[in-house]
C-alpha cells in the first residue's frame, strides 16, 4: 500500500473515531497556502485541528513525534485562517491521531492538545 492510500485509510480512521466521540468533521483536507490541515472536527466549543500520523512500528519514534515545529506553525496558520474565514467564536486545541501498525492490527490513539499555538 503506498503512502497515500494509507493516509486516506489513516485519516478516514481518524474521522471515524472523532466521530464516535460526537464531533462533526467540518474539513478534510483543508488547506491554506503550503499548510494543510487532515481534519477540522467540531463538537460544541470546542474546534479540533488533527494531524494524523501512521507508522508501521515506533521503532525510530511514536508517530506524534513526527509533527516538527515548522508543521506545527503551518497548522497554527491555517486553523487562525479557517477561524476568521467562517467567523467562528470557538477553543480551538491541536490535536495529533496516532496511528502505529499495519492493517488489520493497528492501534489508534487520540492525542488532545499535543502542542499548544504559542511558546
Same mark, same amino acid.
Given at each position: 500500500?503506498?503512502?497515500?492510500?494509507? #493516509?486516506?485509510?489513516?485519516e #478516514?480512521?481518524?474521522?471515524? &473515531?472523532?466521530?464516535?466521540?460526537?464531533?462533526?468533521?467540518?474539513?478534510?483536507?483543508?488547506?491554506?497556502?503550503?499548510?494543510?490541515?487532515?481534519?477540522?472536527?467540531?463538537? #460544541?466549543n470546542?474546534?479540533?485541528?488533527?494531524?494524523?500520523?501512521?507508522? &508501521?512500528?515506533?521503532?525510530? #519514534?511514536? @508517530?506524534?513525534?513526527?509533527?516538527?515545529?515548522?508543521?506545527?506553525?503551518?497548522?497554527?496558520?491555517?486553523?487562525?485562517?479557517?477561524?476568521? &474565514?467562517?467567523?467562528?467564536?470557538?477553543?480551538?486545541?491541536?490535536?495529533?491521531?496516532?496511528i502505529?501498525?499495519?492493517? @488489520?492490527?493497528?492501534?489508534?490513539?487520540?492525542?488532545?492538545?499535543?502542542?499548544?499555538?504559542? @511558546?
Amino acid at each position: 500500500m503506498n503512502t497515500t492510500i494509507r #493516509g486516506r485509510i489513516g485519516e #478516514g480512521l481518524a474521522a471515524e &473515531s472523532y466521530q464516535k466521540q460526537g464531533f462533526i468533521i467540518l474539513k478534510r483536507n483543508y488547506r491554506f497556502g503550503r499548510a494543510e490541515v487532515d481534519i477540522i472536527a467540531q463538537k #460544541g466549543n470546542i474546534l479540533a485541528i488533527v494531524e494524523v500520523k501512521w507508522r &508501521s512500528n515506533t521503532y525510530f #519514534g511514536d @508517530p506524534q513525534s513526527f509533527v516538527s515545529k515548522k508543521q506545527q506553525r503551518s497548522l497554527i496558520t491555517a486553523a487562525n485562517h479557517y477561524v476568521n &474565514s467562517n467567523h467562528l467564536d470557538v477553543n480551538v486545541r491541536f490535536d495529533v491521531v496516532s496511528i502505529v501498525g499495519q492493517q @488489520p492490527k493497528i492501534d489508534i490513539q487520540i492525542i488532545e492538545n499535543a502542542f499548544y499555538p504559542f @511558546p
